[in-house]
């Protein structure tokens, strides 16, 4: 499926055995047409993780590009492909500028305190640490924000970032002070096919009782957890609420995914508020968290203790702002965007160079 800005997404056939290779064809081949024949001077890459090291939005070469394959075993579902690009465009385009923003970046001022993992201090030296995730989405958020609902910006804010991914960022003054993600993009909330948080015991079980190898928890835990492993339906909770009331086996689970799906949400939101000393704005954001009425309803559902008063019809609606004006806690739908922050990063940067 392909989709440009105006037009309807209409299916294209791709190389199967080099589907990136021939798809990135396909973009720059669009991408020059639209430019009648300009040249591309800069291209902005969204990159899931820079490390303990990259965090500044940067001009890359080949050098950096190898540095960063060495995490692609921390985001094994996002890491490459962009370091595959990036390699196929320094020889295709090698006048153009390219630059990595980093989905980690957001992340850099949590305090010590919440990077740090209880294991022996080496660990930390080592690079073992909560990075964050969804970083791009949430700096953007946060750019908005003030816009958007004045000095509440600069309170005590949750953004709920809810897609096939999902996370969650406590920020205070527009800065992440605690996220649900941490060292990879398994961490924290249960998502569309991944796990979220999970007790370590039950990977060592996997391994030496029912003698599963390291790939193929790593495949169960990416590819088969989740809404999806749960339900045994649809990674799509959209998909599964339409089997809630189905008789049989699959009804009930069915109903047991969503409902685990919301109180994973539900509990980290709790936890947060905790960290924060209270809430003043929640936000939603995302694929579900932009337009998945019913999941902001239960999830708010389960937030009367803070304060939230909800208003069915402007969630139905979809509108900016979900709340009552009676309500503690201010709730919202800003939808992210990922791409003009990537784009507002490039631009800064050059001007600077």
């Given at each position: 499926?392909?989709s440009e800005?105006?037009?309807?997404?209409?299916?294209?056939?791709?190389?199967?055995?080099?589907?990136?290779?021939?798809?990135?064809?396909?973009?720059?081949?669009?991408?020059?047409?639209?430019l009648?024949?300009?040249?591309?001077a800069?291209?902005?890459?969204?990159?899931v993780?820079g490390g303990?090291?990259?965090?500044?939005?940067?001009?890359?070469?080949?050098?950096?590009?190898?540095?960063?394959?060495?995490?692609?075993?921390l985001?094994?579902l996002?890491?490459?492909?962009?370091?595959?690009?990036?390699?196929?465009?320094?020889?295709?385009?090698?006048?153009?500028v390219?630059?990595a923003?980093f989905?980690?970046?957001?992340h850099?001022t949590?305090p010590?305190?919440?990077q740090i993992?209880?294991?022996?201090?080496?660990?930390w030296?080592?690079?073992l640490?909560?990075?964050?995730?969804?970083?791009?989405?949430?700096?953007?958020?946060?750019?908005?924000?003030?816009?958007?609902?004045?000095?509440?910006?600069?309170?005590?804010?949750?953004?709920?970032?809810?897609?096939n991914g999902?996370s969650?960022?406590?920020?205070n003054?527009?800065?992440s002070?605690?996220?649900?993600?941490g060292?990879?993009?398994?961490?924290?909330?249960?998502?569309?096919t991944?796990?979220?948080?999970?007790?370590?015991?039950?990977?060592i079980?996997?391994?030496?009782?029912?003698?599963?190898?390291?790939?193929?928890?790593?495949?169960?835990?990416?590819?088969?957890?989740?809404?999806?492993?749960?339900s045994?339906?649809?990674a799509?909770?959209?998909?599964?609420?339409?089997?809630?009331n189905d008789p049989?086996?699959q009804?009930?689970?069915?109903?047991?995914?969503?409902?685990?799906?919301?109180r994973?949400?539900?509990?980290?939101?709790?936890?947060?508020?905790?960290?924060?000393?209270?809430l003043?704005?929640?936000v939603?954001?995302a694929?579900?968290?932009e337009?998945?009425?019913?999941?902001?309803?239960?999830?708010?559902?389960?937030?009367?203790?803070?304060?939230?008063?909800?208003?069915?019809?402007?969630?139905?609606?979809?509108?900016?702002?979900i709340?009552?004006?009676?309500?503690?806690?201010?709730?919202?739908v800003?939808?992210?965007?990922e791409?003009w922050?990537?784009?507002?990063?490039?631009?800064?940067?050059?001007?600077?160079?």
């Amino acid at each position: 499926m392909f989709s440009e800005t105006g037009t309807a997404p209409y299916n294209i056939v791709l190389d199967s055995e080099h589907p990136h290779t021939a798809a990135l064809a396909l973009i720059q081949a669009r991408i020059s047409a639209y430019l009648n024949g300009c040249p591309i001077a800069f291209i902005a890459h969204r990159i899931v993780h820079g490390g303990s090291k990259y965090f500044n939005p940067m001009v890359v070469n080949s050098s950096i590009i190898a540095e960063l394959r060495t995490l692609i075993p921390l985001a094994p579902l996002h890491q490459a492909f962009p370091l595959t690009a990036m390699s196929l465009l320094l020889e295709q385009q090698p006048n153009a500028v390219q630059v990595a923003c980093f989905d980690t970046a957001f992340h850099h001022t949590l305090p010590k305190v919440e990077q740090i993992f209880p294991l022996p201090y080496s660990a930390w030296e080592r690079g073992l640490r909560r990075y964050g995730f969804h970083g791009l989405s949430y700096n953007y958020i946060s750019h908005v924000l003030p816009e958007r609902h004045g000095n509440l910006a600069h309170s005590r804010v949750i953004v709920a970032h809810l897609g096939n991914g999902a996370s969650l960022c406590a920020m205070n003054n527009r800065q992440s002070i605690a996220t649900t993600m941490g060292f990879s993009t398994l961490d924290g909330l249960m998502m569309g096919t991944r796990s979220g948080g999970l007790d370590p015991g039950v990977m060592i079980y996997l391994m030496e009782t029912e003698k599963l190898t390291l790939k193929e928890i790593e495949h169960i835990l990416y590819y088969e957890s989740g809404l999806l492993g749960v339900s045994g339906i649809s990674a799509e909770p959209q998909i599964i609420v339409q089997h809630e009331n189905d008789p049989s086996e699959q009804g009930e689970r069915a109903r047991l995914a969503l409902a685990l799906y919301i109180r994973r949400i539900v509990r980290e939101i709790g936890a947060l508020t905790a960290v924060l000393g209270g809430l003043d704005l929640l936000v939603f954001t995302a694929g579900i968290g932009e337009h998945n009425a019913f999941v902001r309803e239960r999830i708010c559902r389960e937030l009367v203790w803070l304060g939230v008063k909800f208003d069915l019809n402007a969630n139905a609606n979809n509108t900016a702002i979900i709340s009552t004006p009676s309500s503690q806690v201010r709730v919202a739908v800003e939808p992210t965007n990922e791409e003009w922050i990537i784009a507002h990063h490039t631009q800064e940067l050059m001007a600077i160079s």
